[in-house]
């Protein structure tokens, strides 16, 4: 059996068919239908700078992810948030440290402007920290004119390998 890449990084991959790889997981694998696929299948992955520990992605605000006030919802974007802020630990990631994206131990989001239907908005995914069990990840959500409309910081615990005591 295959592994899946939403649980084992395959090092052999860039960190770009790394990114792919998971990303087609959630959202191409036809055993899963979890609500975070459709919203997921309309991001783009746009840049992973060789220097920085930034991935950066692109959508355009459809109308399946709006309210009914025709903005960007809230769990909408918390849940592009959960996922795709996490795709930046792949930029650290290496055999034995961050070899799996752990799971979310925190996740605030915070919203400052409305991003309308229609809007091409930006999303940019950096680590801010990690050791050897947790990282923190910070996302910011840009509308077209480059204006910060949400942000978030994303706390990830790593899962793999022996449990700590307490």
Known sequence: MANDPYRTTDFT?????????????????????GFDVQ?????YLASIPPTTPTVTWTFTVTSSLCNKDGNLHGGASSTIFDN?????????????????????????VSYFRPIPQGTQAVLECEVVAAGKRMAQ??????????????????????????????
């Open 13 to 33: 991959l860039t960190v770009e068919e790394r990114i792919k790889a998971y990303y087609h997981s959630v959202t191409s694998d036809p055993k899963y239908c």
């Open 39 to 43: 919203p997921l299948s309309l991001l």
């Open 84 to 108: 795709l802020t996490s795709t930046a630990l792949f930029t650290i990631g290496k055999p034995g440290f961050w070899d799996n994206l752990g799971v979310t131990r925190f996740l605030a």
């Open 137 to 166: 990840v910070r996302g910011t959500m840009r509308n077209g004119e480059g204006k910060v409309c949400a942000s978030c910081l994303h706390e990830k615990v790593q899962t793999g390998g022996p449990s700590a005591s307490l």
